[in-house]
């Protein structure tokens, strides 16, 4: 059974702090590893990784996918408040768009 | 351009009750999809479609229906309602094979 497992639930870290979130999967026919925020409300895109060992990079975060030992990282460098929120990971299968996101990472970053 | 919009964004039903959930996108966007969010639980998948007249079950689709008579509208049919149902619905849309989802704001749905 295709499965998607985020690491750690939660954490609590100092504004300033770089933070490293986990994502492993175990999935048949894997075809794209993507990563969402989400605050109070929608969740928002970040990072889609195709391809293994490319790092994908947007200002303070940057993600990477290793498709031989089937995890993927985000990292966030140089926290701010605005980074509190839940962090999704998903994969994609097949052809088809249909995403499975895992329970989330909570983060809290405080002053 | 509008993106994806849902309606109501708060809604309360008693049980046995039926309601339909609107979602309508104005990005010409292939695939459309419904998740519920419970809290632990992240989201899951009820229903997708990728395309018109095409619909299919996703991870949890007991309880609820769907169609898709245009590319823009995908509405979600509770058929009678109960407490379980209770939770946050996502209405989300993409391209085709693209996996960058593009996400309504919501509908907080009680069902009492």
């Known amino acids: 059974e295709d499965k998607v497992v985020q690491s750690p639930l939660s954490l609590v870290v100092h504004e300033g702090d770089t933070v490293t979130l986990n994502c492993s999967y175990e999935?048949?026919?894997?075809?794209?590893l993507l990563w969402y925020k989400q605050e109070k409300k929608a969740p928002t895109f970040l990072f889609m990784l195709t391809s293994s060992g490319i790092e994908k990079k947007s200002g303070r975060l940057s993600s990477i996918l290793d498709k031989k030992e089937l995890f993927s990282i985000l990292n966030i460098t140089a926290t701010q408040t605005g980074d509190s929120a839940v962090y999704l990971c998903?994969?994609?299968?097949?052809?088809?768009?249909?995403?499975?996101f895992g329970t989330g990472t909570r983060l809290q970053v405080t002053l | 351009n509008a993106g994806v919009t849902q309606t109501p964004k708060f809604q309360v039903l008693k049980t046995g009750q039926s309601m339909t959930l609107q979602c309508a996108q104005d990005m010409n966007h292939e695939y459309m999809s419904w998740y519920r969010q419970d809290p632990g639980m992240g989201l899951r998948l009820i229903h997708y479609s990728v395309g018109a007249g095409i619909t299919d079950q996703g991870e949890v689709p007991n309880g609820y229906n769907v169609s898709r008579s245009t590319t823009e509208d995908f509405p979600l049919r509770l058929l009678s309602a109960a407490p379980s149902q209770t939770s946050v619905y996502f209405c989300?849309?993409?391209?085709?094979?693209?996996?960058?989802?593009?996400f309504g704001p919501g509908t907080r749905l009680t069902v009492l």
């Open positions: 999935v048949t026919n894997f075809r794209s």
């Open positions: 989300a849309s993409s391209k085709p094979s693209s996996g960058e989802q593009f």
């Open positions: 998903a994969y994609i299968t097949g052809t088809a768009s249909k995403l499975t």
